[in-house]
């Protein structure tokens, strides 16, 4: 089995149009990809790879987009003991979604789910951004609250960030903001 991973722009129209993550109640993630994803992508405000089956080209396992972003927290300093606010510069995954027909199943053998890793690959373009292009030291996302998509974040070493921490949209209201801190590019330093 094989996964493709293309830049949007380099995804057949048609293909978008069909995909389906099964988000009823949500139903911004499979619209954001079949209308919206596009634009964002070409205006450059969020940066979308879709994964295609490599065995079936004509269908789409999921997709995610990538924006800039930040969180920030307050701290004592070192030195004087004062709370400071620090701003932690982070890449945002503004969405992640699996096709309904492979959610909960197997990529390979060996046991490991699509959406396992596919969001490792994403993380995988994270960690080569960040080590050619771009200085952040975490990656949040804003799941949505329910017990499954939770426990999916957190498996796969992500942890629940303080609202107060994160600048809110309604794009992300009623959702969970979450964070993974990045290691350390020179931990010899």
């Given amino acids: 089995m ?3 991973a293309l830049f949007i722009t380099d995804v057949n129209k048609n293909k978008l149009k069909i995909f389906d993550c099964g988000d009823t109640e949500y139903a911004t993630m499979s619209f954001f990809l079949r209308d919206e994803a596009l634009s964002f992508h070409e ?8 994964y ?5 080209h004509d269908t789409i396992i999921g997709y995610a987009s990538l924006k800039a972003s930040c969180f ?6 070192q030195y004087s003991g004062d709370e400071i606010l ?3 510069p982070s890449v945002e995954i503004a969405r992640f979604a699996i096709a309904t027909a492979y959610q909960g199943k197997l990529f390979q053998e060996e046991g490991e789910k699509y959406s396992d890793y596919i969001l490792s ?4 373009d994270i960690m080569d951004l960040r080590e050619y292009a771009l200085g952040v030291e975490a990656v949040i996302l804003f799941s949505i609250n329910r017990p499954k ?3 999916f974040y957190q498996k796969n070493g992500f942890h629940v960030l303080s609202e ?3 600048f809110k949209s309604t794009e992300n209201d009623g959702c969970v903001p979450m964070y993974m801190p990045l290691p350390q590019i020179f931990p010899y330093l």
């Fill in 2 to 4: 094989a996964v493709d």
């Fill in 43 to 50: 205006r450059g405000m969020a940066f979308t790879k879709v």
């Fill in 52 to 56: 295609i089956d490599g065995d079936n």
């Fill in 72 to 77: 920030q927290y307050t701290a004592p300093h």
């Fill in 86 to 88: 620090h701003v932690v």
């Fill in 121 to 124: 690959q994403v993380l995988q």
């Fill in 149 to 151: 998509q939770l426990c």
């Fill in 164 to 166: 107060r921490a994160v």
